[in-house]
């Protein structure tokens, strides 16, 4: 069974930074595309970055996290990263990472991911 474990998250002021990592088993690894989404209270999951599987070479930012956040993965550890920084409090949610193994192109929804870690705390304040 497929299992993906976040970790990395807390709480830190605005500017700060923060690496969030998500370890993945159960599944080939390579052959998924990652992704990162967040909820803050009371809003929708939102997509966050993508990263594909091996053979896709793409990667790919919501336009609110362009420039401060870098999405990487280590297929040899089966873990993907979030390095966060310049955080401002408007970050603040629960991050989630996903596994999409249909590879079909719609990494930025929600839809399109078979698997779910069960999400981090991040807390970013003023």
């Known amino acids: 069974q497929a299992q993906l474990v976040e970790s990395g998250g807390g709480s830190v002021q605005a500017g700060g930074s923060l690496r969030l990592s998500c370890a993945a088993s159960?599944?080939?690894?390579?052959?998924?595309?990652m992704g990162w989404f967040r909820q803050a209270p009371g809003k929708e999951r939102e997509f966050v970055a993508a990263i594909s599987w091996s053979g896709g070479g793409f990667i790919y930012y919501a336009d609110s996290v362009k420039g401060r956040f870098t999405i990487s993965r280590d297929n040899a550890k089966n873990t993907v990263y979030l390095q966060m920084n310049s955080l401002k409090p408007e970050d603040t949610a629960v991050y989630y990472c996903a596994a999409d193994g249909r590879n079909s192109g719609g990494y930025s929804s929600k839809s399109e991911y078979d698997y779910w870690g069960q999400g981090t705390q991040v807390t970013v304040s003023s």
């Open positions: 159960g599944l080939t690894f390579m052959a998924y595309t």
